[in-house]
């Protein structure tokens, strides 16, 4: 007889006790097989058991975000109703007064369990005395954070998990009206916000426990998306960027935004715009990509393909949800196609905007980018008479910025319009870059020239990343205590004039967890861990002067080299 593991049957009784109060027959029947099978003792079902209940998925600054199954630390119904009540609590306790109930939208995307997810937060909402309005289908982030401003919602929920593996969904809340001050007005959450949902989703209690509402919700009208298309489209500016010669190749990677984003640019005038049909459909498998983020090595494959079938001039690409965008073109002077960095994109994008609202405009108008974004956007905002402000990772931040003109992070994140939309938007991004590109290809050149004239004006700013992935996160702050008890000297043969540990706050930034280092020859490096992923993150700029057209490539070499020595100077530090 084998001897019994108490642990191994107190596990089996959560998982149990878990299947019999689980909402969703489909998981709770998954969680059952999962049960019979760790009590064969088959490896893999213990050690699902054992991640799925090894504690609850922690809400944050980021919301919900997790693997799709049953137990308390996966993604489901029954953690989203309890994260409903615990939104719905907030709500209650900040937007509640003589002015009426509280409001709140709620919006999907087409991954596993988005619509269901969707329909249970509304269910709680309307339980719980909040006025709730749902989107009407499967649509892009960046519609729910038009809709929340539009409605003058104090909250909003899109459920999705971004760019995500397929096996995964998420949860983000956005506040406004009474539930905010007017800085965070239509953005995400940021601490202590966070914390404060976080101890009322505590208090929901059983999932059994929390009232549903059968009805009583209203499913907003089409027109919701239509009023969201109209007002990107009118951000363009014909007046001033005339041409619309551009045939551009579009792709949503199987996500909800190509319809449109297709629609916005034919509206704008860009009717040469070919979608990548393999990718146009939402296909929660995302079948044809490895990893749904445009980011990922090989995610713009077909749409690469699909440009040099068609004679195309650019690719754009948007995340699943179509809050990032990616931009790919030819280069002129080799032919060969090249994804631009988010930090390229951002800097066209600043110096176009420079020109749509008029340098110098207003005293008042501000650039943000966040920390470890590159420094270029603060060149050109200040050549051309604007502020400019840097903040911490993540949209949360850079949306709060009073002023705000535009902002962008390197990740593929712009925000062309804050007064439409208080978070990033790759539809918004995507017209304003085809308007740019019309442009200049209208002058007989393209983004990549483009990029050329702001290293003559600006210095020549190349930048990089390492991402050490880890299985235990436990070593990520063994890495960090490597890096801050043992620092570097110097980056790429320059020495280290500037060390700042970000933990204590920095040059008006909040305490974050990250290093950041700045050498003699202005080569910066930050290091910090994600916030979302199990990773130490590592960001690295070279600048470099430019003196003349002719000799940008070998300044362009020499930074590269520059880039790769202090590349090899952080896998040092860091161990790898």
């Known amino acids: 007889m084998s001897t019994p593991d108490p642990e191994l049957n107190e596990l089996l009784a959560r998982a149990g006790a878990w299947a019999e109060a689980d909402p969703d027959p489909g998981t709770a029947a998954q969680l059952r097989e999962t049960i019979a099978h760790a009590s064969e003792g ?178 907003l009208p089409g027109s919701v998306a239509d009023d969201y298309r109209d007002a990107v489209v009118a951000l363009a500016r014909p007046d001033l960027f005339p041409a619309r010669d551009l045939r551009i190749v579009l792709t949503p990677l199987h996500g909800v935004g190509g319809e449109t984003a297709r629609d916005v640019l034919h509206e704008a005038g860009f009717t040469d715009v070919r979608l990548v049909e393999a990718q146009a459909a939402p296909d929660p498998a995302f079948p044809t990509v490895a990893f749904p983020n445009p980011e990922e090595p090989g995610a713009l494959d077909l749409a690469l393909e699909a440009a040099r079938e068609q004679g195309a001039d650019i690719v754009i690409a948007n995340d699943p949800d179509a809050d990032r965008c990616a931009v790919a073109v030819p280069d002129l002077a080799t032919g060969e196609w090249r994804m631009l960095r988010g930090d390229e994109v951002g800097a066209l994008l600043g110096a176009h905007i420079v020109a749509r609202v008029g340098a110098g405009a207003s005293a008042e108008a501000v650039f943000a980018n966040s920390i470890v974004s590159s420094r270029l956007l603060a060149r050109i905002a200040e050549a051309a008479g604007f502020r400019h402000q840097q903040t911490l990772t993540g949209f949360k931040w850079i949306s709060r910025v009073p002023g705000l003109v535009y902002g962008y992070e390197e990740a593929l994140g712009y925000c062309v ?160």
């Open 42 to 219: 088959q490896p893999a079902a213990l050690q699902e058991l054992a991640d799925a209940f090894a504690g609850t998925l922690q809400f944050g600054t980021a919301g919900l975000r997790a693997a799709l199954g049953p137990g308390p630390n996966r993604m489901n119904r029954a953690v989203v109703r309890r994260a409903a009540a615990g939104l719905a609590a907030f709500l209650r306790q900040r937007a509640a007064d003589d002015a009426g109930r509280p409001r709140a939208v709620v919006g999907f995307d087409a991954r596993t369990g988005s619509d269901a997810f969707a329909r249970d937060t509304a269910a709680v909402f309307t339980a719980a005395g909040i006025e709730t309005f749902l989107l009407p289908a499967p649509l892009p982030t960046p519609v729910l954070a038009y809709a929340l401003r539009a409605l003058g919602c104090d909250g909003g929920v899109m459920v999705t998990a971004s760019h995500n593996p397929p096996q995964d969904n998420g949860y983000k809340v956005y506040l406004g009206g009474r539930a905010v001050d007017e800085a965070g007005r239509g953005a995400q959450i940021v601490a202590p916000v966070d914390a404060e949902i976080a101890a009322l989703i505590d208090a929901a209690g059983p999932v059994e426990g929390i009232p549903l509402a059968e009805e009583g919700w209203t499913i």
């Open 417 to 576: 319009a804050p007064e439409l939309v208080k978070d990033k938007d790759g539809i918004s991004a995507a017209l304003l870059v085809a308007e740019l590109a019309a442009a200049a290809k209208a002058e007989g050149a393209d983004l990549t020239r483009r990029l050329d004239e702001l290293a003559l004006l600006h210095g020549l700013h190349v930048t990089d990343q390492l991402s050490v992935r880890v299985a235990d996160l436990g070593l990520l702050g063994a890495m960090m205590t490597r890096l801050r008890d043992t620092p570097p000297e110097s980056f790429a043969g320059s020495p280290i004039e500037e060390a700042v540990d970000l933990s204590a706050g920095s040059e008006g930034l909040p305490p974050t967890d990250g290093l950041l280092w700045t050498t003699r020859d202005s080569t910066r490096v930050i290091v910090r861990p994600s916030g979302t992923e199990p990773k130490l993150k590592c960001y690295l700029e070279v600048v470099r002067p430019v003196d003349s057209v002719l000799e940008l490539p070998d300044v362009r070499l020499a930074a590269r080299q520059a880039m790769d020595a202090a590349l090899e100077d952080v896998r040092e530090a860091l161990g790898l």
